[in-house]
DNA sequence: GTCGGCCATAAGCTGAGCTGATAGTGCGGG
DNA sequence: CCCGCACTATCAGCTCAGCTTATGGCCGAC
């Protein structure tokens, strides 16, 4: 009763956000697009987008057909691979979804890894924090999803999500030259209390506030940025002191500021998600495992 | 790349067992199907379907796409209920398999059940026994299945699939009048190990050579048929013992055999399973329901 | 007010995809 | 053995689903 043809491409005017939007990235004109969910309205028989401008909404029926329309696309995607596969044409295209500080580092050197091993496997790569990226997972928008959780604040991965762990890596601490100076080789947070502190991230703030505690205080935030490099040029104009992790220096290492590590300052967690339906598409094992060498 | 609307005639085409089964089912003709299958197999690169005389077979390549085929048949079902409940339609259709002594006993009361509560709704019902059932189930051709297992012999659900405990019913002892003459009110199996047996499903059979094994003999199977009334004819005329099932018993009682219950004869376990993708929708909630109440 | 985004509607044209006819092929029965 | 009967592919032709272009209305920003 319901052309699946529809129901997808209502799904990407929802992720379009707005009629006009989906008929430009697919090639179409507007009232092609118009006419299409009209006649998918009319067989649902209820509305499905609140029309404004500036775009379109779901309404309520239209979340619940949103849901089913992301397994499909999910399960079309994976089709198309293994047939892919199949046909030894080896053409996969794999869509990754992975934090800032990994794509610049860990993301690079697996996808030249695997353009050695399977030169027509194209990989397509979204930036992500780990929320975002589990999302875009869950929604089929991504076929793998790099994330990270700290040891001492795991989070759970949805049903239907299989979670591979990639190892750990060290929080380190981050100090401009002249403050560092002021104390010993491997400073206790707690000399640190009445620093201005610079943190990035929800997660990343949520995890240097739960060091500090730790260490018995609470530090005093001064900045946000959830980007490593601004991180590093505040730090080295001396603006305060910061937590990151070895990834983020291993992308950039501002020469001026000083790096320690040490087990107080915690450890973050490497994880890679996939969906369990995906678990034999030949393109993302192929990409999980360049991902695993490479990290 | 793949049109999903192939993708759904390609699994209506295996399901049917030839292409021009699946046409007449569709109110199509032949040469429709067997193009849209063309195009579907040269946007695939690869054949899907193996033709021959007797109709269709699918290719290594076909099954993975059927495979996932059943999941988009099953979302798009699923979306098309939800969505009707929402327009206050209430215009559901909900796909039940159920084993045949059910189907003749608890189903009927559930259906009229429902037909009171929520006049619109209609229900299909497919007799399968419980294996066949399952299957049905995970490819998405029903929406519940009632299912039994024995006590002694559970079977753990699929993943992705939900089971609903709904009650113990006994299993009791048949046998011909004359021959129960000449045992006690309670007779132990062990006083039936030289008579012939009659069993039923592979699974029942299982259960009656335990039972028997317990009582310490080897039953001597005479007679098969998983068709209760029939069981019972041949129990009536003198031709063996059997074990039927509580609700066996209750859909068709024979006049002339002799039925004793006791717990030595075993227990058999009723369970409803849904998928669950379909946890939310109503109109299979509802239908689980009145199978609950009239259980 | 004017502009620039959004949406819907109308009318017209074109090709995807239907039908009907035909031919090829393997299997079972007289 | 050959005929009948299933099945499938292929061809030609027509029709309408669904595209396009053109237009108008609506709302918010400037």
Known sequence: MLDPRRVVLFRSVVRAGSISAAARDLGWTQPAVSQHLQALERSAGCRLLERGPGGVVPTEAGRLLLARADTIAGELH?????????????????RLAAYPSAAATVVPRAISLLQTRHPEL???L????????????????????????????????LPGVV????????????LPAERAAGLGRRPRLAA????????????????????CAEAGFEPRVRHVSDDYVVVQQLVALGLGVSLLPRTALEAYRHPEVVV????????????????????????????????????
């Open 192 to 211: 640190l209390a009445d620093d201005p502190w610079i943190v990035g991230c929800v997660r990343c703030r949520a995890h240097a506030v739960r060091r």
């Open 163 to 174: 979670r591979v762990p990639l190892g750990e890596e060290p929080v380190d601490l981050v």
């Open 260 to 295: 320690v590590s040490g087990a107080a300052y915690g450890t973050r967690r490497r994880a890679l998600l996939h969906r369990t339906a995906a678990d034999g598409v030949p393109a993302v094992r192929a990409l999980a495992e360049a991902l695993a060498v490479s990290g």
């Open 78 to 94: 994976l089709a198309e691979e293994e047939l892919a596969a199949v046909a030894q044409l080896r053409r996969g295209r794999v």
């Open 126 to 157: 979204t930036e992500a924090e780990p929320p975002e990226a589990t999302e875009e997972l869950r929604a089929g928008a991504v076929d793998l999803a790099l994330v990270f959780d700290y040891a001492d604040d795991a989070v759970d991965p």
């Open 122 to 124: 194209d990989v397509e």
